[in-house]
């Protein structure tokens, strides 16, 4: 038995989310059924994070276990062939130590957030970022952003559903910068921490963004901190605009 | 009667091209209807350029003329609101004088060209880029792009159907840079000239992905274009990769 670490890119748009589900189609699931029928073998993938439904992945890591004498470069090859038409790459694939675990080894993990901020409807990045009209300070969301950098307990920013056992955690990086991008002015959000809590990023971004509007002052998004309640949150946004950009682990 | 000038952009994959067909969905058709519909007045668009089946558009320029008294941005609300959920978006509206013509008047067109250069699939940018395997030079495309630079008569790079009366074209630019976008390496090839032949640069685009192969030299394309002929060409890059990106007027 040797383990592959696979790195994933995906549209996240079709998938109810990467962790594989009993009603609907996941990113697991058209992995573990592609590796299967490439060698024949009943797999399971891990993954780095779980994504929800209509999150994006540049580069997700996982792995899977396989018995098969298969080179790494042929079962990339043969795994993206059988993914095809579903919107799953497999970008990188090798061999990794049997106890290198893509969850459990990883220590630190990386999203973007996309905002194209404009009014008319999006065409080409519909699906792949949140279209938000009001003209939005970024400046000012860089500012709001700071207070939630740091170890704290983020309960306010915490889905109901969350699996966590605590809602403290260590947020290294949230930066916000406005890009020109290629369909025109863009917000992005940088967030970096050794884990998140479900929904975290998206609910720092959507305080982030009533501040970019104006309903909020940067120092409101320190209070709805400070709250430590669900109730304290402004705005949950949408999933479309979030990408897993990066697993960081040990060795690398 | 009053002409308003529109900015648009469009995903052209579920479309037959910009201009209108009578066997299939258009993005002609889709705009005349949604104005139409705003409007109540059978109206004709003319657009700067015509672009084919899965070509894109960030910024093409477009002019209907209409006779109700309505306001540029209640017309440009509503026809994004009946376009929906088509991914055509007008992203600007004004009045323009009456001897204003989006086609006659245009004295310089842009398009941008996107190759993903790597081996897996593309996801999020599927149907948005030509995907290439091999590794490409792109210091050599840019080398073999300069040749096409200037007043000469593009035979070569100029699709059967094409209706220009002469093939003498002035090419303005042609740039290729290797750029990192969000999905990873990237080829981007940047074209200006006054106008352009049908598939000139999709033509031309093919050509230098061959030299980037290493399959060309940068002489063969000087060669290609002194033939004149079109079985000279070597490819004709595919339609998804390509973006119409800027007309320009006297005034601006």
Same mark, same amino acid.
């Given at each position: 038995?040797?383990? #592959? $670490?696979?790195?994933?890119?995906?549209?996240?748009?079709?998938?109810? %989310? *990467?962790?594989?589900?009993?009603?609907?189609?996941?990113?697991?699931?058209?992995?573990?059924?592609?590796?299967?029928?490439?060698?024949?073998?009943?797999?399971?993938?891990?993954?780095? %994070?779980?994504?929800?439904? &209509?999150?994006? $992945?540049?580069?997700?890591? !996982?792995?899977?276990?396989?018995?098969?004498?298969?080179?790494?470069?042929?079962?990339?090859?043969?795994? @993206?062939?059988?993914?095809?038409?579903?919107?799953?790459?497999?970008?990188?694939?090798?061999?990794?130590?049997?106890?290198?675990? +893509?969850?459990?080894?990883?220590?630190?993990? &990386?999203?973007?957030?996309?905002?194209?901020?404009?009014?008319?409807?999006?065409?080409?990045?519909? @699906?792949?970022?949140?279209?938000?009209?009001?003209? *939005?300070?970024?400046?000012?969301?860089?500012?709001? !952003?700071?207070?939630?950098?740091?170890?704290?307990? #983020?309960?306010?920013? =915490?889905?109901?559903?969350?699996?966590?056992?605590?809602?403290?955690?260590?947020?290294?990086? *949230?930066?916000?910068?406005?890009?020109?991008?290629? &369909? &025109?002015?863009?917000? =992005?959000?940088? +967030?970096?921490?050794?884990?998140?809590?479900?929904?975290?990023?998206?609910?720092?971004?959507?305080?982030?963004?009533?501040?970019?509007? %104006?309903?909020?002052?940067?120092?409101?998004?320190?209070?709805?901190? $400070?709250?430590?309640?669900?109730?304290?949150? %402004? *705005? @949950? !946004?949408?999933?479309?605009?979030?990408?897993?950009?990066? !697993?960081?682990?040990?060795?690398?």
């Amino acid at each position: 038995m040797r383990r #592959f $670490a696979l790195t994933l890119e995906f549209d996240g748009t079709p998938f109810m %989310g *990467l962790q594989r589900q009993a009603h609907g189609p996941s990113v697991q699931q058209a992995v573990e059924e592609a590796v299967q029928a490439i060698t024949g073998e009943d797999v399971r993938m891990h993954a780095a %994070g779980r994504t929800d439904t &209509g999150v994006h $992945a540049l580069a997700m890591r !996982a792995h899977v276990d396989v018995a098969k004498d298969i080179e790494p470069f042929r079962l990339m090859e043969g795994v @993206n062939a059988k993914l095809r038409p579903d919107p799953i790459a497999v970008t990188e694939c090798r061999i990794v130590p049997e106890d290198w675990h +893509a969850r459990f080894s990883c220590i630190g993990r &990386g999203y973007v957030y996309r905002i194209v901020n404009r009014r008319a409807p999006l065409t080409l990045d519909a @699906n792949r970022a949140w279209q938000l009209a009001p003209p *939005l300070n970024a400046d000012a969301m860089h500012e709001a !952003a700071q207070h939630l950098v740091g170890h704290h307990d #983020f309960t306010t920013f =915490r889905s109901a559903h969350c699996q966590a056992q605590s809602p403290i955690k260590t947020l290294d990086r *949230l930066d916000v910068e406005r890009v020109s991008g290629l &369909g &025109g002015e863009e917000i =992005r959000i940088h +967030a970096e921490a050794r884990s998140f809590l479900h929904h975290q990023v998206r609910s720092m971004v959507g305080c982030l963004a009533l501040v970019g509007m %104006g309903r909020w002052r940067p120092g409101d998004v320190r209070d709805a901190l $400070a709250a430590r309640e669900r109730q304290a949150l %402004g *705005l @949950n !946004a949408p999933p479309q605009g979030l990408y897993f950009v990066r !697993a960081l682990y040990p060795e690398e």
